[in-house]
């Protein structure tokens, strides 16, 4: 860039942060008393100390020195931390009508979902809430137990034949974990799979990931780079690459979803199919997101909302995304923590054992006698959750909160480690322990709004795909431990176990480091039991 740019780029964000520094002044001074916070500098805010992606271990050093709630400048952008389980419930669940909208962000909002047409990244208003509708039709537990049983029953099948073909040494179960989730969720949401589509999902992923990666929010930490001529495209290439590969792949999608129905008179099954029979998807595009949210919600009549094809592809490619990074995050997880409890192991292997008989496998109407699975999959979540931070929401109008002013369109992050580590709401907070989720008759213990893992969130923004999530898991862990003991990999040349170290499984990084395991059958399993097997 030429000097001159750069200068004349410099000193115009410097007068815009004079101006918006100003005005913000005269905010506070009629409302509540500024959130505590360290000192921003100009133009840069507090990205210095930030260094990158907001981890929990950052915000567990500021909260020492401002509390659990406080602020933090990303250049421009004000983000508001909340490290604390009761703020994030008074915050997201009881004042849910303010905190619930997401951040605009113009490479995810503007260029990678045409402006949030994405129930996950849509302002919080009409437009939201019938993706919302939607997804939840498709999400519901009966639906999930139901409807898509034979689907996921297959492909975790599938799964444990692949894991009984590494059972002779030790591996990582990641890649095959992540291609096994793949097919399952892209059969449920668009009724294909195919080596090729999974191929396409997994560059799609890498685009996302991208995307939605904070150090690219540019013009939101910036907002006078949006004055500088032609830079736009250059800074938001990666953006528009992805959304690229996004239309390729959802347009022909779409295109053989459609050659189907005609083919086959609607059989289908797959939630796309369930769409396009029963609504009216426009060709033209209609819904606007952010004006949407603008109407008056309760006035349905002034318009019945009109799903347009971006809506529909971008609603079922949102299962995809939001349900496949987590839950191989999760069983990662998973496998660490039992591979370093075989008595865990042991005890959920008793319980499948006496239910199962050893000549099936456990299906949704076992839950009930499967209590110390499933509160061994409840406490994973606690004790090592895929990630303590939820989604960033963002705030519709101004509010008053414990005195602080809380100004409209703040980032707001939330952390609920302060939940799942607190000494009030468990016995033994740093140990992993099922029976935190087992009443004393060894019974799951009834939903506790404190004490239930909070990873798929508080609220009205809270993970729409927990059902099928949950039912995935408990799935892949019954099927494994019927099937097989998980143990540590062997060191080849000292023949000692290599041990997998819970604190160190964590983070973005994570999938970089050495994770290996051995799945051994349990006496009397054979390729050919497990075919048989149903
Ligand atoms: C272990 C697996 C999963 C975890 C830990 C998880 C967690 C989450 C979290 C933390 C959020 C954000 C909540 C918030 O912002 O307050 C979320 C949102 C969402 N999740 Fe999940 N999720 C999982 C699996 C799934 C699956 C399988 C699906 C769908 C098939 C799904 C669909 C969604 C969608 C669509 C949203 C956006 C909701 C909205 O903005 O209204 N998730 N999830």
Redesign the pocket.
């Known amino acids: 860039m030429e000097l001159s740019i750069l200068l004349l780029t410099l000193i115009s964000g410097l007068i815009v942060y004079i101006f918006f520094n100003q005005r913000k002044k005269s905010q506070y001074s009629n409302k509540g008393i500024p959130l505590p916070g360290p000192k921003p500098l100009p133009i840069i805010g507090n990205l210095h100390q930030i260094r990158g992606v907001p981890t929990q271990s950052f915000i567990d050093r500021f909260s020492k020195d401002y509390g659990p709630i406080f602020k933090v400048h990303y250049g421009a952008e004000i983000w508001i931390v909340l490290n604390d389980y009761e703020i994030v419930r008074d915050l ?1 669940v009881k004042r849910g009508a303010i905190y619930s909208s ?1 951040p605009y962000n113009e490479a995810i909002t503007r260029i990678y979902t045409s402006g949030g047409k994405a ?4 302002p919080y208003g009409k437009y ?1 809430r019938a ?2 509708a939607a ?1 939840h039709q498709a ?1 519901t537990q009966k639906v999930v137990d139901n409807d898509y049983r034979s689907i996921i029953h297959t492909e975790i099948k599938d799964l444990m034949i692949k894991f009984f073909n590494h059972s002779s040494k030790g591996f990582n179960p990641t890649d095959i974990t992540r291609s096994c989730l793949i097919d399952l ?1 892209a059969t ?2 668009y009724g294909q799979k195919s080596e090729k589509l999974s191929q396409q999902i997994n560059q799609m992923f890498v685009g996302f990931i991208q995307v939605l990666t904070p150090a690219n929010s540019l013009y939101e930490m910036f907002p006078w780079l949006r004055y500088i001529p032609f830079i736009e495209k250059r800074l938001y290439s990666y953006a528009y690459k992805a959304k690229d590969l996004l239309d390729v792949m959802v347009k022909q999608l779409l295109k053989d979803l459609r050659q189907r129905i005609k083919e086959n008179g609607g059989e289908e099954n797959s939630f796309a199919a369930h769409m396009l029979k029963n609504m009216n998807i426009s060709t033209e595009i209609v819904s606007k997101p952010y004006e949407d949210s603008l109407e008056n919600d309760d006035d349905d009549t002034k318009k019945n909302f009109v799903f347009d094809e971006v809506d529909f592809m971008n609603l079922n490619n ?3 995304v ?2 496949t990074g ?2 191989v ?2 069983l990662r997880w998973i496998w660490a923590i039992l591979v370093n409890y075989p008595e865990v192991q042991r005890k959920i292997q008793k319980e499948l054992d006496e239910c199962l008989q050893g000549n099936r496998f456990p299906t949704p109407k076992d839950d009930p006698n499967l209590p110390y699975l499933l509160a061994t999959i409840k406490e994973s ?1 606690r004790f090592r ?3 303590n931070l ?4 963002s705030t519709t109008k101004d509010d008053i909160y414990r005195g602080y002013y809380i100004p409209a369109k703040a980032v707001i992050v ?1 952390s609920f480690k302060s939940a799942h580590t607190s000494e009030k709401l468990f016995d033994r907070p740093n140990e992993f322990y099922p029976e935190h989720y087992l009443d004393e008759n060894g019974k799951l213990k009834k939903y506790d709004e404190l004490r239930d893992p909070w ?12 059902h ?3 039912r ?2 408990i799935t892949v862990v019954g099927y494994v431990l019927t099937l097989f003991n998980i143990e540590n990999d062997i060191d080849p040349i000292t023949q000692n176990p290599i041990k997998l170290d819970l604190k160190h499984i964590e983070g973005p990084d994570s999938l970089n480091k050495p994770y290996r395991l051995r799945f051994i059958p349990r006496p009397g399993i054979t390729l050919e039991k497990i075919m048989q097997m149903e």
């Open positions: 997201l997401r129930i996950g990244f849509s939201w993706m919302r997804a999400l969720l449920i949401s949102s299962f995809l939001a349900g987590t839950t995050a999760t979540f959750p895929a990630t939820l989604l960033k929401h939330a990873t798929f969130g508080r609220g009205r923004r809270a993970c729409v795909g927990q099928l999530a949950e995935n898991l």
